[in-house]
C-alpha cells in the first residue's frame, strides 16, 4: 500500500523568509500524481500545487515551488517570501494514476510565520 | 473552480443516534469522495461515491455505519450511523474534476456526546 511521511510536525519561519516542507512517499508505481494541500485555522483544503510523476520539471505556482526526485521518492515545497497567510496545516498527498483518484495524505506539517 | 457546499457545518449529537451530511456542488462533478479527519490528524479516505453506483469503501469503513448516496452528479449524502464519542471528527466531501485532483467542501465538524 502507498504511504505518504511528513517528519516534520511543526515549523516556523520568519516573515519574507523562505521555508521547505518535507514529504516522502512509498509506492511500486511509476506513473502517479503528488499534491500539496493547505488548511488553514478556518478548515477549508485549498490545493496547493500539483506534480505529475512523469514530468522530470519540478512545478511551481508563484511564490511555490516543489522539489520532486522521483528516485529519492521525496517531494518537498518550498515556500518563497513567507507571508502570514501563509500560516496553516499543509498535508502532502499522493494519488495513483487511473480511475480511482484516491488521495492518501501524509500527517501534516503546521506552519507558522512569525512576524 | 466549483463551489462546494456541506450541510451542517457543525453539529453536536448524542450517541447511539444517526447524522446525514449533505453535499452540495455548483456543477456536475463524476467522482465524489468522503474523508474523515479525526482530531489533530490527517484525512482519511471513508469512500468514493460515483454517480449510478454503490459507494465503493475503504478498508475499516462500513457501509452499515456509513451509507453514502448519490442520487445525482451534484449532490451526495453520507450518514454517519450510531455514533460513538469515537465518531467526533470532520467530515468532508471532495469533487474530483479530473487529472486526480480534488477540491473539498468546507468540513462538518461533528461532536458525539
Known amino acids: 500500500a502507498q504511504t505518504v511521511t511528513q517528519s516534520q510536525p511543526e515549523m516556523s519561519v520568519q516573515e519574507a523568509e523562505t521555508v521547505t516542507l518535507s514529504c516522502t512517499y512509498d509506492t511500486s508505481e511509476s506513473d502517479y500524481y503528488l499534491f500539496w494541500y493547505k488548511q488553514p485555522p478556518s478548515r477549508q483544503m485549498i490545493l496547493v500545487i500539483r506534480?505529475?510523476?512523469?514530468?522530470?520539471q519540478n512545478a511551481t505556482e508563484n511564490r511555490f515551488s516543489v522539489n520532486f526526485q522521483k528516485a529519492a521518492k521525496s517531494f518537498s515545497l518550498k515556500i518563497s517570501d513567507s507571508q502570514l497567510g501563509d500560516a496553516a496545516m499543509y498535508f502532502c498527498?499522493?494519488?495513483?494514476?487511473?480511475?480511482?483518484?484516491?488521495?492518501?495524505f501524509g500527517q501534516g506539517t503546521r506552519l507558522t510565520i512569525n512576524p | 473552480s466549483a463551489v462546494i457546499s456541506q450541510k451542517p457545518s457543525r453539529d453536536i449529537c448524542q450517541r447511539g443516534t444517526s447524522l446525514t451530511i449533505q453535499c452540495q456542488v455548483d456543477?456536475?462533478?463524476?467522482?465524489m469522495f468522503w474523508y474523515r479527519q479525526q482530531p489533530g490528524q490527517s484525512l482519511t479516505l471513508i469512500a468514493t461515491a460515483n454517480q449510478g453506483s454503490e459507494a465503493t469503501y475503504e478498508s475499516g469503513f462500513v457501509i452499515d455505519k456509513f451509507p453514502i448516496s448519490r442520487p445525482n452528479l451534484t449532490f451526495s449524502t453520507l450518514t454517519v450511523s450510531n455514533m460513538s464519542p469515537e465518531d467526533s471528527s470532520i467530515y468532508l466531501c471532495s469533487i474530483g474534476p479530473g487529472l486526480n485532483e480534488q477540491y473539498f467542501g468546507p468540513g462538518t465538524r461533528l461532536t458525539v456526546t
Open positions: 506534480q505529475e510523476a512523469y514530468k522530470q
Open positions: 456543477s456536475q462533478v463524476t467522482m
Open positions: 498527498a499522493y494519488s495513483p494514476e487511473g480511475g480511482a483518484q484516491k488521495l492518501v
